[in-house]
């Protein structure tokens, strides 16, 4: 009996040390994986988005009559929403400031926290301002894969230090203004706008 317990244990010892080297040769292929990166790749595919992204927004924006960029809604539970003209300057200066800080520069201090430049106040003025961050953006996805060009935290990401990489910097960015476009088509919908890409 006592020699079945040591096989037993023999046995189950032999099958945890495989299943340890399993793990170390699983974690070697990943980071081999990771020390691969295709950054010509990577950035083509988040030249589209960002694009798509970029098309998205400003037709959106531009959709919305001049008029009601002022419009928050009321009807509900919107207390101390932001009208449609804030949310777009809220979204650009969140472009500006992950742009930057996926280019290790500092954001434009018109950025402010988030809620863009107090001057820029028209529905002109707001498009020039979402253009120019999605420009600002394009310059950060165009530096993927130099090493030359520095990336650093952004004090409104949730990724810091270490975490922090140049296409997770611009990925945030996007998922951030898709959340701001679900937004934006409900403001256009509930002014009578039929959004442009829901058009036939």
Same mark, same amino acid.
Request: contains cysteine.
């Given at each position: 009996?006592?020699k079945?317990k $040591?096989?037993v244990?023999s ?9 340890? $080297?399993?793990?170390a ?5 990943i980071a081999e994986?990771?020390?691969?990166l295709?950054?010509?790749r ?16 400003v ?7 001049a008029?009601k960029?002022g419009?928050?809604?009321t009807?509900g539970?919107f207390?101390g929403v ?7 300057k809220h ?6 400031i992950?742009?930057?800080?996926a280019?290790?520069e500092e ?5 402010g926290?988030?809620l ?6 028209t529905?002109?003025e707001i ?16 530096a993927?894969?130099?090493k030359?060009v520095?990336?650093k935290?952004s004090?409104?990401?949730p990724l810091k230090?270490?975490?922090v990489?140049r296409?997770?910097? !611009?990925?945030?960015s996007?998922v ?11 403001y256009?919908?509930m002014?009578? !706008?039929?959004?442009?890409?829901s058009?036939p």
């Open positions: 009996m006592q079945m $040591w096989i244990i046995i189950l010892m032999l099958l945890s040390c495989g299943n340890i $080297w399993a793990q040769g699983q974690m070697r292929v994986d990771a020390a691969s295709d950054a010509p990577e950035k083509h595919a988040l030249q589209v988005l960002v694009k798509l992204t970029e098309k998205l927004l037709s959106a924006a531009d959709a919305m009559p008029d960029y419009f928050a809604p009807d539970e207390k932001r009208t449609f003209g804030q949310m777009v979204l650009s200066a969140t472009n500006y992950l742009a930057a800080a280019l290790g954001p434009p201090a018109d950025a926290d988030e863009g430049p107090e001057a820029v106040r529905k002109d498009l020039n301002y979402l253009k120019g961050s999605f420009a600002y953006l394009n310059k950060a996805v165009e993927i894969g130099q030359t520095p990336v935290s004090p409104i990401s230090g270490t975490e990489t296409i997770a910097l !611009v990925v945030e996007l951030h203004a898709f959340d701001h476009y679900g937004q934006m088509v409900e256009l919908r002014n009578g !706008v039929v959004p442009p890409a058009r």
